[in-house]
């Protein structure tokens, strides 16, 4: 199922307050691919607020798994609206409990005397095909077949690398009809955590927590664009890794900066 038409029933499901049902094709493990999930309580929350007040903060808290083919509604609250900025939250509930939950800050621009510009660069080589990363059937997870993720620097999950820091590009497969900050937050989560190249064997690992942070404005990005990522782990001991990443478009501008707490069970 195309990421566009879940992102339209999504907001369909939430304005007629009923419930929705994800395919096998999303999923991760067990779960339903987690930046599908805070994508879609994304577009359910923007819904709410005014055009003209972009996304600045996004926080994700992964409660429990969210399964396939079973229904789940969403809940939405408003926390505070003022002059420029609005604050909201929501959830996932599904079979009574608690799926995902986010909070996401919304903020118009204000007139200020403050400019700093970012100095950050990705420079990594244009992706090859041969980074790109295969869908391989009841080997890397599902929703893998719907983006394309090419590593230029560091290794597949569970190799037994020594380094910490992944490097590479990213689209969707099938490109949706324009990129909205929805499909970004999908995409973004994308990317195994960096610590899971170091692994030498299959071992569970989930994120806790993950928030993102949106730059604007930016420039016009086509359906069909690579982003580029960098991540790097600040530290990661005792079963916890802390991740940070930055995500540039294919012009070289920064549009998101991501953090994650992930539990690693090895």
Not at 73 to 102: D, M, N, T, W
Not at 142 to 158: E, N, R, S, T, W
Not at 170 to 190: K, S, Y
Not at 199 to 210: E, F, G, V
Request: aromatic content about 8%; overall charge negative; some cysteine.
């Amino acid at each position: 199922m195309h990421i566009d038409e879940l992102l339209e029933a999504a907001v369909l499901t939430a304005d007629s307050q009923t419930t929705m049902t994800l395919p096998e094709d999303w999923t991760q493990g067990r779960t339903v691919f987690g930046g599908l999930s805070a994508a879609l309580l994304y577009v359910v929350i923007k819904n709410q607020v005014a055009a003209e007040r972009p996304l600045r903060s996004l926080s994700t808290n992964f409660v429990g798994p969210l399964l396939t083919d079973t229904s789940f509604s969403f809940e939405v609250e408003l926390l505070r609206e003022g002059k420029s900025a609005s604050q909201l939250s929501a959830r996932i509930v599904q079979q009574g409990q608690v799926a995902v939950i986010q909070q996401a800050c919304f903020g118009a621009e204000r007139g200020s005397d403050i400019t700093v510009k970012q100095t950050d660069d990705h420079q990594l080589s244009s992706p090859k095909i041969e980074q790109q990363l295969p869908f391989i059937p009841d080997v890397t997870p599902k929703f893998i077949q719907h983006i394309d993720l090419a590593i230029v620097d560091g290794a597949m999950p569970y190799t037994g690398a020594l380094q910490s820091s992944l490097d590479g590009w990213m689209r969707f497969r099938n490109p949706p009809n324009r990129i909205t900050d929805a499909h970004l937050i999908c995409l973004i989560d994308a990317w195994p955590p960096a610590v899971l190249q170091m692994m030498k064997q299959l071992a569970p690992a989930s994120t806790m927590a993950w928030n993102l942070e949106f730059i604007h404005p930016h420039q016009p990005i086509a359906p069909d664009d690579w982003f580029a990522y960098k991540a790097y782990t600040r530290q990661a001991a005792n079963g916890y890794a802390h991740l940070e990443a930055n995500i540039w478009d294919s012009a070289g501008e920064l549009v998101a900066i991501s953090r994650q707490c992930v539990t690693v069970f090895c």
